[in-house]
């Protein structure tokens, strides 16, 4: 099986990269992967086994219709990553959000479609739901983002819903709670406070710190993927759940005991605007049909999480110079 992975090169693309090539698994033996990312600050080489033979890099823009029309061919799949994805970006600049999730999305449906790919994976995100007060998202639930990230996200959710009601393009989304694991770029949250509190500095909690989010490891996230890849129904949508649902005051505290450090090293800092105040999942559909269960345990995750970054200081380090600044 051919595979080709848009933002190969990011955080959750990339391991899901790995987990195919690292041999552990007699079932991918088979598998050739074509990695195809542009490389932006979130993306990076050495996340990858590039010296896998099974392995092809090309950097490039899922914009660029001429490129993928020159690389689809003969891949049997598609599992679409690449995204812009940092809220905080997106309020501040909005337009790139547009161009890479909505109209790169676009181009690679169409040069997709041109060039008979079997079956088409989207990554998408909880945040395209906006906030629930009680409860948990059903598939069902309509969308209704309240940042430009998320926006853009569920315009491409609607996209690739068009091309299979349209087309008949074989494709499934994915909606996944937030992510964490080794390699992910120090602007998100949970590497972000570690890295701080590794150097010594305060770390910013937002407002009341009584947000709501749903914790999922990286590798629980892409098994997911991969199951909705091999056995998902075509047209359908999968929510992802992790099963921890915290607070960031409840997530500030752990991570300060993980990292030996106080309440003196926080922070409080003005409220993102439009600060979605809850996100939970109802998975039930992905459970039920392709017998998905998290198994990496929040604790367990977490602790060796926050170990990956105290044992590669080397790797977040050399990315500082880079950073925009570093916000939650």
């Not at 906030?131 to 309509?142: A, C, L």
């Not at 649902?245 to 030996?260: H, K, M, P, V, W």
């Amino acid at each position: 099986m051919r595979i080709l992975v848009t933002g190969g090169a990011g955080f959750i693309g990339s391991h899901y990269v790995r987990r195919l090539l690292d041999g552990r698994r007699s079932e991918y033996a088979s598998v050739d992967i074509t990695v195809v990312d542009k490389l932006t600050y979130a993306g990076h080489l050495d996340r990858l086994p590039l010296d896998d033979p099974r392995l092809t890099f090309i950097r490039g823009d899922i914009c660029d219709r001429d490129l993928l029309m020159d690389v689809l061919p003969g891949h049997d799949a598609v599992v679409h990553f690449a995204a812009e994805s940092h809220v905080d970006r997106s309020i501040e600049n909005s337009e790139q959000f547009i161009r890479t999730n909505v109209l790169g999305t676009q181009n690679l449906l169409e040069c997709c479609l041109a060039t008979s790919v079997s079956r088409f994976i989207h990554v998408s995100t909880d945040e395209v739901y906006g906030s629930i007060e009680n409860g948990s998202w059903t598939e069902e639930h309509p969308l209704e983002p309240n940042s430009p990230y998320a926006a853009s996200k569920a315009a491409s959710d609607l996209l690739v819903r068009a091309f299979h009601r349209t087309h008949g393009l074989w494709t499934s989304t994915t909606r996944c709670s937030n992510n964490y694991g080794p390699f992910q770029y120090p602007e998100k949250v949970i590497p972000l406070f570690v890295t701080r509190l590794l150097d010594g500095a305060d770390v910013p909690l937002y407002g009341d710190g009584l947000h709501v989010r749903e914790w999922l490891h990286v590798d629980d996230h892409c098994r997911a993927i991969q199951l909705v890849l091999e056995s998902g129904r075509p047209g359908a949508v999968y929510n992802i759940d992790g099963g921890t649902e915290l607070t960031n005051r409840e997530l500030t505290s752990l991570l300060l005991e993980a990292c030996d450090a106080d309440w003196e090293r926080v922070r409080h800092v003005a409220d993102r605007k439009g600060h979605d105040r809850r996100y939970s999942l109802d998975a039930g559909r992905l459970r039920t049909e392709l017998g998905y269960r998290p198994q990496v345990p929040f604790t367990e995750g977490l602790r060796e999480t926050v170990r990956w970054y105290r044992e590669h200081r080397a790797w977040w380090e050399s990315l500082e110079a880079g950073l925009v600044p570093r916000k939650q």
